[in-house]
């Protein structure tokens, strides 16, 4: 049993390694840089909750729905994602106190995890981070159940499947890997356990609303995978998928090599050998699907943790190395800082482009290099969108009487979120915003945001419908993702808009 010195002690290091990631998550991003376009869409689900979406399962609408609560500042929009991650790394040092690490191995636990790849994830409110927390509460309910065989843990690693599910649907091929690596152990005696069957109906009673709203809409999911297996997965390649797990944490290296031999050759590990089978498990079922590296990152915490207890194991007493290896983990992480973190100006990058081209950072989804990493490149521009909106929204007498038309969702959700106007309900035919049109009255008037490929700049489709068009401006930023993209304000309409809107709206949802 503890002193209680010790565990002041150690409540302390918890506490302060906690603060250590929020100052960080604030401290490491330049202001030049604004929310990230899927930020912007995540936000405005607190606008229309459901019991699911097409582009994520319903539980990032409830947390948006706090962030409304809160004042939507981007104070609390970067505190949620910081918080999980928080979260994360309190589930990793209870792994090591499950597996009796020491003081040395917790600290080593909470220093990996806060200089490590999760830092960047952890800035960005998308459904990612608590995805890597609900991963790591399974792994450490499940190592509980095996070591003592209390039901509480059952249930409880059910419950936080189930809330993964309906954060990400990402947490199925955990499971998909769980299950053979269980199998393949003496662990497998947990499938005659009665309390599992409990335990899986308690998991499925709690996904159920979101189930039974994919039957009701045709499982939009699946349309959702195609999209992004046909757009973005086919760009992946198989190597890039491999290479880059090694490069989210190769401040890490050390100790996930540690995890690796400690699973081999100290024989307390051979009990959880499942962890990393499902490791391995998981990893060959994302290759497969030539799935993006970053789903992969829930594996990690865990792996973190077992690395951690067995370096405090073979370190005792050796105190150079217990240095070096923390000297290694914060310096690698103060190098690559500016290609993770949105630290440096978009110039900056620019200036050292070799720098960034050099690890791949300048890759896009299209496959192709570009002068800032493309989620840099999705944090510029927004508010010049917004204000060249709000210039078009103003010229409109009737505001009940007007649509605003974007091409994709993060100029909407950008438009919603920095507008000053705060019922300009931007939309598109793009994501969940194809659901979101409100048209209660006849249109009259049309602000069209347009991307600078579109087929039509001169907008002669729309000439003969409006009394007027007039071209508000366009997106000057010569960083943004969005640069060139213009916006129109299209006046007096002489046709029934309404119904072109619900049948193209129509036609996009067959399409989906």
């Not at 010790?6 to 998550?25: D, M, P, Q, T, W």
């Not at 109906?201 to 995978?225: C, E, R």
């Not at 100790?255 to 962890?275: D, N, Q």
Request: proline share 4%; with cysteine.
């Amino acid at each position: 049993m503890k002193n209680s010195n010790s565990l002041l002690i150690e409540r302390a290091s918890l506490i302060g390694f906690v603060l250590l990631k929020f100052i960080l998550s604030y401290a490491l991003v330049n202001s030049v840089y604004e929310l990230h376009r899927d930020e912007f869409l995540h936000l405005d689900q607190a606008n229309h909750l459901a019991a699911g979406f097409t582009s994520v399962p319903p539980l990032t609408s409830l947390f948006s729905l706090l962030i409304k609560f809160l004042g939507n500042g981007v104070f609390w929009v970067r505190f949620i994602p910081t918080l999980f991650g928080a979260l994360t790394m309190v589930f990793g040092w209870l792994i090591v106190g499950k597996l009796k690490g020491n003081l040395f191995a917790k600290c080593l636990l909470a220093v990996s995890f806060i200089f490590s790849a999760y830092l960047r994830t952890n800035i960005l409110y998308q459904p990612n981070s608590f995805d890597v927390l609900a991963w790591t509460a399974i792994f450490y309910y499940l190592i509980s159940y095996f070591e003592n065989n209390k039901p509480k843990y059952l249930y409880a690693f059910a419950i936080w499947i189930a809330l993964g599910f309906l954060n990400k649907y990402n947490v199925m091929f955990l499971v998909f890997g769980l299950l053979p690596a269980i199998i393949a152990t003496p662990n497998r005696t947990i499938f005659t356990n009665r309390l599992l069957y409990f335990a899986i109906l308690l998991a499925l009673i709690i996904i159920s609303p979101n189930v039974i709203w994919q039957i009701n809409h045709n499982f939009p999911v699946i349309s959702h995978m195609q999209e992004l297996a046909e757009t973005q997965l086919v760009h992946v390649k198989r190597f890039d998928f491999f290479k880059e797990q090694v490069l989210f944490f190769i401040t890490d290296i050390f100790v996930l090599i540690a995890a690796f031999v400690g699973f081999t050759i100290y024989k307390p590990f051979r009990k959880h050998i499942w962890v990393i089978l499902t490791y391995i498990f998981t990893l060959t079922i994302f290759s497969y699907f030539n799935a993006k590296a970053y789903y992969a990152l829930g594996l990690y915490p865990v792996l973190l943790a077992f690395g951690s207890v067995f370096i405090s194991l073979i370190s005792t007493k050796k105190y150079a190395l217990r240095t070096l290896i923390f000297v290694f983990t914060i310096g690698m992480l103060i190098y690559i800082t500016p290609i993770m973190m949105p630290v440096y100006s978009p110039a900056k990058i620019i200036e050292n482009h070799n720098r960034f081209e050099r690890v791949g950072a300048l890759r896009w989804e299209d496959g192709e290099n570009h002068n800032l990493p493309q989620d840099f490149a999705d944090m510029q521009g927004w508010k010049e969108l917004a204000h060249l909106t709000d210039i078009a929204y103003a010229k409109v007498k009737d505001k009940s009487a007007v649509v605003v038309r974007t091409d994709n969702y993060g100029q909407a959700g950008a438009i919603n979120y920095y507008s000053k106007f705060k019922n300009i309900n931007a939309v598109s035919y793009n994501a969940d915003y194809l659901y979101w049109f409100k048209m209660d009255k006849p249109i009259k008037d049309l602000i069209l945001v347009r991307e600078i490929n579109e087929e039509d700049p001169q907008r002669k489709k729309e000439q003969p419908f409006f009394e007027k068009i007039i071209k508000i401006g366009e997106i000057k930023n010569p960083y943004a993702r969005e640069k060139g993209t213009a916006v129109f304000l299209l006046q007096g309409a002489n046709i029934d808009i309404n119904s072109r809107l619900q049948a193209e709206i129509k036609e996009r949802k067959h399409d989906h």
